[in-house]
């Protein structure tokens, strides 16, 4: 039984490897990010842009790598799910790192305005 499961886990990774992104930075959960996202409306494709903070990462290592956004869009608190290795996905570019010690930091949805903000880390 342990072998089975031994060469699922292979070939699973043989299939998920070429299909994953390796030019991705390194995103840790606080961090403000900028994301490239093409939008089709119709038989048009454009690019829309989505600059938040990264509220909480999960599957770190596996084609199902997500991580959940939080911006602000017209005054109104949006939060939205990415998955990083989506051919929709066109760029991700770090612009400010932040001090954190939680691995979710879903209490940024209760706050507002300047309670929102995090302790940000210069390199």
Do not use: H, W
């Not at 299939?15 to 390194?26: F, N």
């Not at 290592?61 to 959940?68: A, D, G, H, P």
């Not at 879903?106 to 507002?112: E, I, N, V």
């Amino acid at each position: 039984m342990k072998d089975n499961n031994i060469k699922l886990s292979l070939l699973m990774k043989s299939v998920e490897q070429p299909l994953m992104k390796t030019e991705l930075p390194e995103i840790k959960v606080g961090d403000t990010i900028r994301l490239g996202l093409l939008v089709k409306e119709g038989s048009k494709t454009r690019e829309q842009l989505c600059e938040g903070v990264v509220l909480s990462r999960k599957k770190r290592k596996s084609l199902n790598t997500s991580l959940t956004l939080r911006c602000s869009f017209q005054g109104v608190g949006v939060e939205r799910v990415f998955f990083l290795n989506s051919p929709r996905v066109t760029f991700v570019k770090v612009i400010r790192r932040a001090k954190v010690r939680r691995a979710k930091l879903y209490y940024l949805r209760d706050l507002l305005g300047k309670a929102s903000r995090l302790k940000q880390i210069f390199n």
